[in-house]
């Protein structure tokens, strides 16, 4: 049972250009969250999406949007990269929004903005 | 705003000692933490958690403590092992605010067991 897959696992973009991370949750998971990791910092809470919608969002700009597929897919879009958006991004998929403890992460997408 | 703060960013202990990571928050809606476990190239894993409503949570060598009063939290592993050697992350969330289905990470501890 494969569990939460995210692609590419490593990227490098030009500062102003535009990104796109995907991932495809555990099976059975219906919710998806985007978490951003900058080096030396933990994970933050960049927005959740369950049934399509955003259902919450972190003190992100308008530059990070997102996406839910009916397969419970995700995208993460980040356009005018600067260079502050170097960081590992992880997706942690879920059965149900509250359940943190059923909370599975991906390895992540290294994105690093030259 | 850095609502949950690990100060230590490195402990080493020796192989069959005990490890002690500490974790303080500020916001006092926090009412459940989690511990997950970091290793290189793969996402965070759950290793266990604590409700507001208790002091003590266990799980075969971890033991996590709660002292809400000085809004601390600390996990302990006995004995160390090699294979705990990773970083640790503390996280809190509240279910008390609507709609708040996010995790407040702190910034780490990487635990480095001495064989």
């Known amino acids: 049972d494969a569990g939460v897959t995210q692609s590419p696992t490593h990227l490098i973009k030009t500062r102003g250009q535009q990104v796109t991370l995907r991932c495809s949750p555990k099976?059975?998971?219906?919710?998806v969250s985007w978490y951003q990791q900058a080096l030396g910092q933990g994970p933050q809470f960049i927005f959740q999406?369950?049934?399509?919608?955003?259902?919450q969002r972190g003190n992100f700009p308008d530059r990070f949007s997102g996406h839910q597929f009916p397969n419970y897919s995700s995208e993460l879009n980040v356009n005018a990269l600067l260079l502050g958006d170097s960081a590992l991004y992880l997706c942690?998929?879920?059965?149900?929004?509250?359940?943190?403890?059923?909370?599975?992460f991906g390895s992540g997408t290294r994105l690093t903005v030259v | 705003d850095q609502q949950v703060k690990q100060n230590s960013p490195s402990l080493s202990v020796q192989e069959g000692r005990i490890s002690i990571l500490n974790c303080d928050y500020t916001?006092?809606?926090?009412?459940?933490f989690l511990w997950y476990k970091k290793y290189p190239a793969e996402g965070p894993t759950f290793l266990i958690s604590?409700?507001?409503?208790?002091d003590k949570n266990e799980d075969g060598r971890f033991t996590v403590f709660l002292n809400k009063s000085a809004k601390h939290l600390s996990l302990h592993i006995v004995p160390s092992q090699p294979g705990d050697s990773a970083v640790y992350f503390c996280?809190?969330?509240?279910?008390?605010?609507?709609?708040?289905?996010?995790?407040?990470f702190g910034t780490g501890t990487r635990l480095t067991v001495i064989p």
């Open positions: 996280a809190a969330i509240s279910s008390k605010v609507a709609g708040a289905n996010n995790l407040f």
């Open positions: 099976s059975g998971h219906d919710t």
């Open positions: 604590i409700s507001s409503i208790k």
């Open positions: 999406y369950y049934e399509e919608e955003e259902r």
């Open positions: 916001n006092s809606m926090f009412d459940y």
């Open positions: 942690a998929s879920s059965l149900v929004a509250r359940d943190v403890y059923g909370y599975t």
